[in-house]
């Protein structure tokens, strides 16, 4: 099975920076994905990493080591409508399905 | 539509009662998956359709739980003899395959609450 962990909740402040952790242990390992979610709204797409590395997007970026099973999302320059929740998704292959496994979300809270 | 469409949008019932939700894919995403999330929870899977092959069930919590998808795109999850745990919110996601990144898009969900 999966297995992926990040913190329940995280505060930052505005302008600051914020780094959230997930760790996750799979076979069959083809991706991770991270994804916002707005309190009553679809997540949305913000990142994805299949190889080792930094990926940057904007004021997004998003690590990962396979090796470790270990990857993160750092946001800069926080924002108040920052204040989400961040999930994040492994992405694994089993028997031709390719199907991700969501984490339970990092609850972020952004204060001035 | 330019999204995912989902409905209804909040579905109010009572237990023992069978209700049905649809999902309308993004026209061509041959991916179409189901997941329910429930209050505090994260995205539980349920099922997965790839194009015409036979879909992935695993994720099915009980056989009062199915799934269809008609002609590769509109899909309907049904949900017999409803139970107070199956409250949730249940969302539908399509993605193009033969993507770099194969990312999910999802619908707004439909809000089940069962009484």
């Known amino acids: 099975g999966q297995n992926i962990d990040q913190p329940t909740e995280m505060t930052a402040t505005e302008g600051a920076i914020v780094q959230i952790n997930c760790t996750y242990q799979?076979?069959?390992?083809?991706?991770l994905f991270w994804y916002q979610q707005h309190a009553g709204e679809a997540p949305t797409f913000l990142s994805y990493?299949?190889?080792?590395g930094l990926e940057e997007k904007g004021r997004f970026s998003s690590f990962l080591s396979r090796s470790k099973g270990y990857s993160y999302l750092l946001l800069k320059e926080l924002q108040m409508k920052d204040s989400a929740s961040y999930l994040c998704?492994?992405?694994?292959?089993?028997?031709?399905?390719?199907?991700?496994?969501f984490g339970r979300g990092t609850s972020l809270i952004v204060h001035p | 539509g330019a999204g995912v469409s989902q409905s209804p949008s909040n579905k109010v019932t009572e237990k023992g009662k069978d209700v049905e939700l649809r999902c309308d894919p993004i026209?061509?995403?041959?991916?179409l998956y189901w997941y329910r999330q429930s209050l505090g929870q994260g995205l539980e899977f349920l099922i997965y359709?790839?194009?015409?092959?036979?879909?992935?069930k695993s994720g099915l919590p009980s056989d009062r739980f199915s799934a269809e998808r008609t002609g590769g795109s509109v899909s309907t999850l049904t949900i017999q003899r409803t139970q107070q745990e199956d409250s949730a919110v249940y969302l539908c996601?399509?993605?193009?395959?033969?993507?770099?990144?194969?990312?999910?898009?999802f619908g707004e969900g439909s809000r089940l609450t069962v009484l």
């Open positions: 996601a399509s993605s193009l395959a033969g993507t770099t990144t194969g990312e999910l898009f």
């Open positions: 799979t076979s069959g390992f083809n991706g």
């Open positions: 990493n299949v190889l080792d």
């Open positions: 998704a492994v992405r694994h292959a089993s028997g031709g399905s390719y199907i991700p496994t």
């Open positions: 026209s061509g995403h041959t991916a």
């Open positions: 359709f790839q194009g015409n092959s036979a879909p992935d």
